[in-house]
């Protein structure tokens, strides 16, 4: 079992819906958390970061970590074409290396 | 100010032949990383280095890679004996501090690698 989870998709929805991405944990330890997207043929570019437990937002997205069920996710809403990407959760125990979600390919029709 | 770079963006090469993919980090920053990313798969950890510490190399797959960073900037990344499994995108990054908090991690657009 890989240490985190994640649906590949792809996710097709059309134009401003709200867009649920989510990732799964087995490592209790994991206190940082974070979401990543890459546009096709580009580097993963950090998008939102939440340490511990909680909400947080900024602007259109939201991410949300419920570490009792070691669960974490991304809400997009009024999803944009502009959105389609492939968004990688990722996350940390302190002083440890980053451990990635294979990713979910979202695409936003218009 | 540009951000981290690689070099080349696509490489083709046979199988059986070495190849060095090379990363320029974001100037001033002290930690590398070096992920691959086949397709549908998400990063995979290769090697970490930070300032003049040891390397940590514990996801480096096989002796056939290694990696090397010259005077805490660029680093090259060598691949000897290229086998098909190899074939990837290998993704560089570069962040200003230790593994601590949200010390984001500036990725490159990536080499792609294909082993024929």
């Known amino acids: 079992q890989k240490e985190v989870e994640q649906d590949p998709g792809p996710l097709s929805v059309p134009e401003g819906a709200i867009v649920s991405l989510n990732c799964t944990y087995s490592?209790?330890?994991?206190?940082?958390f974070m979401w990543y997207r890459q546009y096709s043929r580009k580097g993963p570019e950090l998008l939102m970061y939440?340490?511990?437990?909680g909400n947080k937002e900024d602007g259109r997205f939201t991410a949300q970590v419920d570490k009792s069920s070691k669960y974490i996710s991304l809400f997009i809403r009024d999803s944009q074409p502009s959105d389609s990407a492939t968004y990688l959760c990722?996350?940390?125990?302190?002083?440890?290396?980053?451990?990635f979600g294979a990713g979910t390919i979202l695409r936003v029709k218009s | 100010g540009a951000g981290v770079s690689q070099s080349p963006s696509n490489k083709v090469t046979e199988k059986g032949k070495d190849v060095e993919l090379r990363c320029d980090p974001i100037?001033?920053?002290?930690?590398l990383y070096w992920y691959r990313q086949s397709l549908g798969q998400g990063l995979e950890f290769l090697i970490y280095?930070?300032?003049?510490?040891?390397?940590?190399k514990s996801g480096l797959p096989s002796d056939r890679f290694s990696a090397e960073r010259t005077g805490g900037s660029v680093s090259t990344l060598t691949i000897q004996r290229t086998q098909q499994e190899d074939s990837a995108v290998y993704l560089c990054?570069?962040?200003?501090?230790?593994?601590?908090?949200?010390?984001?991690?500036?990725f490159g657009p990536g080499t792609r690698l294909t082993v024929l």
């Open positions: 990054a570069s962040s200003s501090a230790l593994l601590a908090g949200n010390n984001e991690q500036f």
């Open positions: 490592n209790s330890a994991f206190q940082y």
């Open positions: 939440t340490y511990s437990s």
């Open positions: 990722a996350m940390r125990v302190e002083g440890n290396k980053l451990v």
């Open positions: 100037s001033g920053h002290t930690a």
């Open positions: 280095f930070q300032g003049n510490s040891a390397p940590d």
